[in-house]
C-alpha cells in the first residue's frame, strides 16, 4: 500500500500561506464571513496582502456572477440583459 502526504489545496489551487491567519465571525445582521489576518512582521507580508486581496476579489466577482450575471457586477450588467430590470413600462 503506497500513502501519499500531500499539501491542501483551496478551490483556487493554492494554499494559505502559513503567516495568513483565517476566521470564522458573525456580522451584525447574523451571517457569517471570513476574516484574515496577516503577521505585520513576517518576512513575507508583500506576498500575504497579495494573497488576501486576490482571494477577497475572487470571492467578491463569485457573488456578482450570482446576483447580475456578470464579475464586473453592475456596470456591466447596465450595458446588457439587466438594463430594464425594476423598470416601469411606459
Do not use: C
Not at 37 to 66: I, Q, W
Amino acid at each position: 500500500m503506497n500513502v501519499k502526504v500531500a499539501r491542501l489545496k483551496t478551490k483556487s489551487g493554492k494554499s494559505r500561506p502559513r503567516s495568513v491567519g483565517k476566521a470564522v465571525a458573525r456580522d451584525s445582521s447574523g451571517r457569517f464571513m471570513d476574516i484574515f489576518t496577516l503577521d505585520a512582521n513576517s518576512p513575507t507580508f508583500d506576498d500575504d496582502l497579495t494573497f488576501v486581496y486576490r482571494s477577497n476579489v475572487a470571492k467578491a466577482r463569485r457573488e456578482n456572477v450570482k446576483l447580475f450575471g456578470s464579475p464586473d457586477g453592475v456596470s456591466r450588467a447596465k450595458s446588457g440583459r439587466y438594463l430594464n430590470v425594476g423598470r416601469k413600462k411606459k
